[in-house]
């Protein structure tokens, strides 16, 4: 899988928008960006993923480069308990591929009153 | 919902003693994997089921660690003769692996932690 890079913090105003970058330069064409987070003592908890078009939920919005060496995961109004650990995550999916998910360090992302 | 639950959520044990946590994913998922997260580290793979077969080891799971998943449903990890080293956040996942589609997401559990003293 295709090595990560991310901010290791970040700081957000409550009620703003938060927009997380990863960088994943080595993709390749069947790789999927996945996200996750970890808030503070809880298990990651999945939010989102895409392949090369942009992807929105409920939880939050991913926008993929047209490149696909980058992302941008988008929390449109943050609340104080999206304060947590994001983890970009690069892999193959599917056709008997690597399965496991490969987490770096992540961003800390504190979401300020 | 039924996610994916584990037990305990937290274990004591002293060095040399040996462990053994329980993982119940969501219900009709066939995969189930297993990872361990020390203090300030992202979680790090350890093994997955395919149903009940045990289909890849990381070689972080060194020869007291071992894993079952009997019926394909829960399963278990045990760790004997714990060691100091062995102090960590062990995280359980899910997932629903279809043949029709490429796709398959992961699902964690709440973790057991684990203090080996």
């Known amino acids: 899988d295709a090595k990560t890079t991310q901010p290791p913090s970040m700081d957000c105003a409550e009620g703003r928008a938060a927009n997380l970058p990863c960088n994943h330069s080595t993709i390749s064409g069947n790789e999927y960006v996945y996200w996750y987070r970890q808030i503070h003592s809880q298990g990651p908890q999945y939010i989102i993923h895409?392949?090369?078009n942009n992807e929105t939920n409920e939880m939050a919005s991913l926008i993929i480069t047209e490149d696909r060496k980058s992302s941008t995961l988008i929390l449109p109004h943050a609340t104080l308990r999206d304060t947590a650990v994001y983890y970009c995550?690069?892999?193959?999916?599917?056709?008997?591929?690597?399965?496991?998910?490969?987490f770096g360090k992540g961003t800390l992302l504190t979401v300020n009153p | 919902d039924t996610g994916v639950s584990q037990d305990p959520r937290h274990k004591i044990t002293k060095r040399g003693q040996n462990v053994t946590f329980r993982c119940d994913p969501i219900?009709?998922?066939?995969?189930l994997y297993w990872y361990r997260q020390t203090l300030g580290q992202g979680p790090e793979f350890l093994t997955y089921?395919?149903?009940?077969?045990?289909?890849?080891k990381s070689r972080l799971l060194s020869d007291r660690f071992s894993a079952e998943r009997p019926k394909g449903s829960f399963s278990t990890l045990e760790i004997q003769r714990t060691e100091q080293g062995d102090s960590a956040m062990y995280l359980c996942?899910?997932?629903?692996?279809?043949?029709?589609?490429?796709?398959?997401?992961?699902?964690f559990g709440p973790g057991t932690r684990l203090l080996v003293l």
């Open positions: 995550i690069v892999r193959v999916v599917g056709g008997g591929s690597n399965y496991k998910l490969t």
């Open positions: 089921f395919q149903n009940e077969a045990q289909l890849e």
């Open positions: 219900s009709e998922h066939n995969r």
């Open positions: 895409g392949l090369k």
């Open positions: 996942a899910s997932s629903l692996a279809r043949a029709s589609g490429p796709q398959e997401t992961q699902y």
